[in-house]
């Protein structure tokens, strides 16, 4: 028979994994928005680099992507696990 305190760990681990990629996903949508926000006025300031903007904000974009891919890894992990 399983007891209600292992049953209630085991519901908390799961709110606690959907409240942690949530919020791993959230602050991702919100710095990639703000990266792309400021190279646009970036750009719209100094048109001739936009290029080196550009490729600035790709390789910003990524990194926010590769932290928030590896928050929700954690995530299941703990679910999971």
Not at 43 to 58: G, K, T
Not at 73 to 81: E, P, R
Request: no cysteine; glycine share 12%; proline share 1%.
């Amino acid at each position: 028979m399983v007891s209600l305190t292992v049953l209630l760990a085991a519901g908390l681990a799961q709110f606690g994994a959907a409240l942690g990629a949530a919020i791993a996903v959230i602050g991702a949508a919100f710095g990639i928005g703000t990266i792309g926000g400021k190279a646009m006025e970036a750009i719209a300031r100094q048109p001739e680099a936009a290029n080196d903007i550009r490729s600035n904000m790709i390789v910003a974009a990524a990194l926010i992507e590769g932290v928030a891919f590896f928050a929700i890894a954690v995530s299941f992990l703990i679910l999971f696990v």
